[in-house]
């Protein structure tokens, strides 16, 4: 006889650090009624690299998080976040940290702190939650807040609230932040990133939509991405206004008839997406993308990276109490001209346990790995995801997950959730890339 276990709490954000799926677009995510709201978006400026200057007391100091150093002091790495400070002299996420020291010979790098960044992150939320009932953690250093309770005050009255959020974060935590209030998520988003660092910016009415955001190019709103974007300006849109002024007929030509309206909602400003506390649902995909701290030809080692992305997004699947049968796989390389290999995969059946995937993904990414390699490519990284997900609970007729292994992973969870993520965990996951910027869970 099967003894039921109960798992405890899941915190399926833990080291989630990059969000991937467009919240707002689901049609369960959002208010069903038509009537005007109020957002107010918080943005922490350069969030990793200002909790380490607050720690290093490196105020002024230009900075950035991500590298490492060899023991001759060479900088290795890549730069994920830098000070404005240093931004100032054309460092740049994405950057090398080589290329970074070599622009700026006295800038400071430290290596990133995801515990530390988490932490701050859920002390930013509490002050925020002393604000308003409903707080949305978009991502470790941002945040939605449902302000619909001053939707009729005056301008005069929004200023002062948010001016009073900005100087609570700075008073009680030393953190700057940049603040956008507008009508909706997309355009409080994209009001917080016009006045950077520590600005407030207010989308009020009709004409300062007209100023702050129409002029803004399309690939600055959610779900416009760099492919979605070219489809667009080959019809000549290349600004929110453009947008507006064609209509939502041709988004619904170019990306559907759903998905094309609920686009071009979110370019007018009339999305009306709820603010996502913790009871709210999962996303519509889940993926975990990690890149290597540096290159490797060993196929095995890959294969412990793949089983590390496999463990933590079965294990928020879990938490969503959500499953899937289909997925990909993305093995990337290290070489300028072509990024890598994608491929989708399924499993026999609905899963959300770590070894049916890990047994689907493995029989066709060892033979991928092994033309890679007999090719001459490095490889660089690993991304895994679900390419829909089953919230349904049905039995399936030809497939049923093994009783004993979910045991396994529920009693596996219920020890992790009460004594922290790896306190159990499969010998496999000591197996990878070895790096100084490697970090267990990254999404």
């Not at 209030?181 to 409080?188: D, G, L």
């Not at 390389?333 to 689907?360: C, E, H, M, P």
Request: overall charge neutral; some cysteine; glycine content about 8%.
């Amino acid at each position: 006889m099967m003894i039921g276990i109960e798992p405890g709490t899941y915190d399926v954000h833990e080291d989630v650090h990059k969000i991937t799926d467009y919240r707002c677009v689901s049609r369960d995510m959002q208010h069903t009624s038509m009537e005007p709201r109020l957002y107010l978006h918080v943005d922490m400026n350069c969030f990793y690299a200002q909790v380490e200057q607050l720690c290093y007391n490196l105020y002024g100091m230009p900075l950035y998080v991500g590298g490492w150093y060899k023991p001759d002091g060479t900088p290795r790495g890549i730069v994920a976040t830098s000070s404005y400070e240093a931004r100032a002299f054309g460092v740049k996420t994405g950057m090398s940290a080589y290329e970074a020291e070599k622009i700026c010979p006295y800038l400071v790098g430290v290596q990133a702190d995801y515990k530390k960044y988490e932490g701050m992150s859920r002390l930013v939320r509490e002050v925020l939650q002393g604000f308003a009932m409903d707080v949305e953690k978009y991502s470790m250093d941002e945040y939605f807040i449902d302000i619909n309770f001053l939707k009729d005050a005056s301008r005069a009255v929004l200023e002062d609230y948010a001016h009073r959020l900005k100087h609570k974060l700075y008073d009680e935590l030393h953190l700057v932040c940049s603040i956008g209030i507008a009508r909706s998520k997309t355009y409080a988003k994209l009001a917080s990133d016009l006045r950077k660092p520590r600005g407030i910016t207010i989308v009020y009415d009709e004409e300062d939509a007209a100023e702050l955001i129409y002029p803004l190019p399309l690939d600055e709103v959610w779900g416009i991405g760099n492919r979605r974007y070219a489809k667009l300006r080959k019809e000549g849109l290349i600004t929110i206004a453009d947008g507006l002024e064609r209509g939502y007929p041709l988004f619904q030509k170019q990306f559907g008839e759903y998905f094309g309206k609920i686009v071009y909602e979110m370019i007018a400003g009339k999305d009306r997406a709820r603010v996502l506390t913790e009871e709210s649902p999962p996303p519509e995909l889940l993926n975990y993308m990690h890149t290597f701290s540096d290159w490797t030809k060993n196929p095995d080692k890959v294969e412990g990276e793949i089983m590390k992305g496999i463990q933590q997004l079965c294990y928020r699947m879990r938490g969503y109490g959500v499953k899937a049968d289909k997925y990909f796989c993305y093995l990337r390389v290290q070489d300028q001209k072509w990024s890598g290999d994608k491929f989708r995969f399924n499993t026999a059946g609905r899963t959300n346990l770590d070894d049916y995937i890990y047994r689907a993904c493995m029989k066709q990414a060892r033979p991928r790995m092994a033309r890679l390699l007999a090719n001459g490519f490095a490889l660089r990284g690993v991304g895994l995801g679900t390419l829909e997900l089953d919230r349904s609970h049905q039995q399936e007729l030809f497939f049923s997950e093994n009783k004993k292994m979910r045991q396994f992973y529920l009693a596996q969870d219920a020890i992790n959730n009460e004594y922290g993520k790896g306190t159990i965990q499969k010998a496999s996951m000591k197996y990878g890339v070895e790096g100084k910027t490697h970090f267990l869970e990254r999404s």
